[in-house]
């Protein structure tokens, strides 16, 4: 009686084998997961992933996908979480300068508003950026992007906004692309000429809108250096008619609309948001009930930034209960500004979870596919699928509950970035031992 002769198993570049727990989040990549599927991480016990060319090949049991596919490097995952990278939706990182003076004074009781109104707050960083070459930029970005690297963030979003001339937002722009060519960490552009009205235009601010719309908006299109278009839409900022305005003209130039919306005050930007066909609607703090219902029926995702009302000690923060409860799709980021100083999304999604009432599960399909969706990128990252890219994080955690209740420490122990481990914890505390040896 003949044998049949096993089917020989197929070369990949990476294992990664005997997770406790291997969260997918599977199957959201046409619409963000809203409600009850927040809950719904897609996670397999035991799991495994086949890596090849940067990509994912197989998902699996490991059983399963070991008899399909062998490694020369395998990465056992034995009491350890397997998840995607985490994607950071909302960040300002390219600025020069930072401005502790002004956490001492919110400390003793400043508003963010007035410290805006004396000058400081947006206005001092724009500033220090301006005096600031193209290359020192780049330099600094570079060293944030590896810290939250560290940290498990494989893909940020990156909005300009500290230069409010032409030249200036074309030199933050540009320093955004430079540090995606340059770092392994994807970096997805957006265009925030309208953060705030710069000094020079105080007292006509419709002549800065204009110049926005008929100079830097065409100059950022043609050179192809953004994505979307933001603006800050608030009291004392940009009105509801600016910031559409604005909005309306970045959308005829190809880029997709975003909104700081209703952060300080309730607007309308929700409203806005949803009325402009926006991708997402960021802060919400203060949105109206028909706002969030109105982002809710349009799609409009609604990224929150805890570490932002935590840093600015409003004493509130964005009703995430009620969104998820009204069918919204919420994401998370961490708005990383010289204001908010926080590179860590495990950070966030902890204060999600403390003071959102997030659970583990819904924070980290926040900061993970719901996030990716943000940014119009949920095709290629934010889970973990056959063909998507191979952007995964290994948590030192036997289950993704510790997210949220273990904090103030990094969970990460390996980050794999295109398919490749560019963060090895394990292999750093064996290079470098912190025990002492027995005498």
């Not at 320093?175 to 957006?190: E, F, G, S, W």
């Amino acid at each position: 009686m003949s044998k049949t002769k096993a089917k020989a198993r197929e070369k990949a570049d990476l294992l990664i084998v005997n997770a406790d727990e291997l969260i997918t989040l599977a199957g959201a990549n046409q619409k963000p997961r809203i409600g009850k599927q927040m809950r719904d991480l897609g996670i397999i016990y035991h799991g495994a992933l086949a890596l090849k060319d940067g990509r994912i090949v197989a998902v699996g049991k490991t059983v399963e996908v070991t008899k399909a596919f062998k490694a020369e490097t395998v990465i056992s995952a034995h009491g350890k979480t397997v998840m995607p990278g985490f994607v950071d939706p909302h960040t300002h990182i390219i600025f020069a300068g930072f401005r502790e003076d002004e956490f001492q004074m919110r400390v003793e009781g400043a508003s963010y508003m007035e410290i805006l109104s004396s000058g400081g707050g947006i206005l001092k960083t724009v500033r220090e950026t301006r005096k600031a070459s193209v290359e020192k930029l780049v330099d600094s970005g570079l060293k944030r992007l590896d810290v939250m690297l560290e940290y498990g963030t494989t893909t940020v979003e990156a909005k300009s906004g500290y230069g409010l001339t032409t030249k200036d937002e074309l030199k933050i722009l540009e320093a955004i692309k430079r540090i995606n060519q340059l770092h392994c960490v994807d970096v997805v552009p957006t265009f925030l000429g309208a953060h705030a009205i710069p000094p020079e235009y105080k007292a006509n601010p419709y002549d800065y809108v204009n110049l926005i719309v008929e100079e830097t908006l065409p100059k950022v299109a043609e050179e192809k250096l953004a994505e979307f278009c933001d603006v800050f839409c608030e009291r004392n900022v940009f009105t509801l008619e600016q910031s559409k305005r604005i909005l309306a003209a970045g959308k005829n130039f190809g880029l997709k609309p975003k909104v700081h919306a209703d952060e300080m005050s309730t607007l309308g930007g929700a409203e806005l948001a949803a009325d402009i066909g926006a991708v997402s609607a960021d802060h919400l703090l203060f949105s109206s009930v028909e706002g969030i219902k109105a982002m809710a029926n349009k799609g409009v995702v609604a990224v929150l930034l805890p570490a932002a009302a935590f840093s600015l000690m409003l004493g509130k923060y964005a009703d995430a209960r009620l969104m998820i409860d009204l069918g919204a799709p919420v994401a998370l980021g961490t708005d990383f500004n010289p204001n908010c100083l926080v590179e860590n999304m495990q950070l966030v999604i902890a204060f999600a979870c403390h003071f959102m009432k997030l659970t583990s599960a819904e924070a980290l399909t926040a900061a993970t596919i719901n996030a990716a969706h943000a940014i119009g990128r949920a095709y290629e990252i934010g889970s973990l699928e056959v063909g998507k890219k191979a952007d995964i994080i290994v948590l030192d955690v036997p289950n993704h509950r510790f997210l949220g209740y273990h904090f103030g420490v990094n969970l990460v122990d390996k980050v794999i970035k295109n398919g490749r481990i560019v963060i090895d914890k394990e292999a750093s505390r064996s290079e470098f031992p912190i025990m002492r040896e027995e005498e």
